[in-house]
């Protein structure tokens, strides 16, 4: 079993950033893909980025590319969200979620959050402007 934790939203100004970190306890994170998705009040929850277990591949909505960036430290089961130049709607609750292979194809499926199996409980983020 994994369990995962958000940390460092916040409070922030327009055009400040944030280092959002996903902590997972347990030996089988580093097996997993990660991803981010953010909820904003009265909306759907939406995809913000991924990346694979190993690093190597990253995935990005196409409104988030250019000022969020996802990495990974399997040493240090942690999975860090970097956010730059926010923007009010840039305000929701940030979760974190770990997704395993499909059994049957042995692929991932970034962007699908109903793929994930593993949730945190959500860090939020509040953007001032």
């Known amino acids: 079993q994994v369990q995962l934790v958000e940390s460092g939203g916040g409070l922030v100004q327009a055009g400040g950033s944030l280092r959002l970190s996903c902590v997972g306890s347990?030996?089988?994170?580093?097996?997993?893909?990660i991803g981010w998705f953010r909820q904003a009040p009265g909306k759907e929850r939406e995809f913000v980025a991924a990346?694979?277990?190993?690093?190597?591949?990253?995935y990005y909505a196409d409104s988030m590319k250019g000022r969020f960036t996802i990495s990974r430290d399997n040493a240090k089961n942690t999975v860090t969200l970097k956010i730059n130049s926010l923007k009010s709607e840039d305000t929701a609750v940030y979760y974190c979620?770990?997704?395993?292979?499909?059994?049957?194809?042995?692929?991932?499926?970034?962007?699908?959050?109903?793929?994930?199996?593993?949730w945190g409980q959500g860090t939020q983020v509040t953007v001032s402007s």
């Open positions: 979620a770990g997704q395993a292979p499909d059994h049957y194809t042995g692929s991932h499926y970034y962007t699908d959050g109903g793929r994930y199996g593993y």
């Open positions: 347990g030996r089988a994170f580093s097996s997993l893909a």
């Open positions: 990346i694979s277990w190993s690093g190597g591949s990253t």
